[in-house]
């Protein structure tokens, strides 16, 4: 049975992921409550991890904290709930949190195949801003440690898996079977919603799937959307480190966007702040 973690050992868990999660804090308390102020949990897209008290309480904020991260609304705010009939609690007081929403890594990347080149590749992105999947039919491929951003996906079934994986992500296929590598390529573009397909392979093999391809229908726009041979020209080396420095450059290359605009503005308004200082002055924490 895994271990349940408690709220700084998630918060740990979810940075080393790169995964989105909500902190959420008890700022402060009126009444008969469930927990005391400065009481801690983290919530993620699929569970969460310590607690504020259970009830209704925490499961109002934990489906408001998942609203917030599937609408990648990474801001701070904070809430207060009566313990009232409304809540299904009869303890009568008041609960006054902050929820701090974190984005974790927005760059996500899946790689078919776990050969010598997929290995140092995985090396390599351990410590870059990427959430990966990593996906081979050969289990004893993976080796025993991964990186925290790393979850390997075992399957007998790589190019029916694809399309579910592949979803408005990066995608490098790096397999040891060239009609795997093309059934990838066909399901991919047939599927038309991933970020980008790097292939691994030389200029002639890039020329005879792009035949193949063209005979089973594929536009000249669609084939060419494939970046084969994958990795930058300007990075040489044959070595698996070497390709797989070549590759994490152009990807980084892609993922590279415009700076967003910074609003003046960030956190919690004074305005709020403010009259959550007055609140705890007078002890009343319900407004």
Not at 63 to 80: G, P, W
Not at 92 to 100: Q, T
Not at 219 to 246: H, L, N, Q
């Amino acid at each position: 049975m895994e271990r349940r973690l408690n709220w700084y050992q998630a918060v740990a868990q979810c940075e080393d992921r790169g995964e989105p999660y909500v902190l959420v804090t008890v700022l402060g308390v009126t009444g008969s409550v469930p927990r005391e102020p400065a009481s801690k949990m983290v919530v993620t897209g699929e569970q969460s991890y310590d607690t504020i008290g259970g009830g209704h309480l925490e499961y109002r904020i934990c489906q408001q904290a998942r609203e917030r991260l599937a609408r990648q609304d990474f801001i701070s705010e904070m809430a207060n709930f009566p313990l009232g009939a409304s809540l299904g609690q009869c303890c009568g007081g008041s609960v006054s949190v902050l929820l701090e929403a974190h984005p974790g890594c927005e760059q996500e990347l899946v790689i078919f195949g776990a050969g010598h080149v997929a290995k140092a590749l995985v090396t390599v992105l351990g410590g870059l801003p990427w959430r990966v999947t990593w996906v081979d039919e050969r289990a004893d491929q993976f080796p025993a440690d991964c990186p925290g951003n790393v979850r390997m996906h075992h399957t007998d079934d790589p190019a029916g898996d694809a399309p579910t994986l592949c979803a408005g992500k990066q995608v490098l296929i790096l397999t040891h079977n060239h009609q795997l590598d093309f059934e990838l390529c066909r399901t991919l573009l047939n599927s038309g919603d991933c970020a980008g397909i790097g292939l691994i392979g030389s200029a002639t093999k890039a020329e005879r799937f792009r035949q193949r391809l063209e005979h089973r229908g594929f536009s000249a726009a669609d084939i060419s959307s494939i970046r084969c041979p994958v990795g930058r020209t300007d990075v040489p080396g044959k070595r698996p480190m070497e390709v797989a420095v070549s590759i994490s450059a152009e990807l980084l290359s892609l993922s590279a966007l415009p700076t967003r605009t910074t609003s003046a503005r960030r956190g919690l308004p004074w305005k709020e702040l403010k009259g959550l200082i007055k609140s705890t002055e007078t002890g009343d924490l319900s407004k």
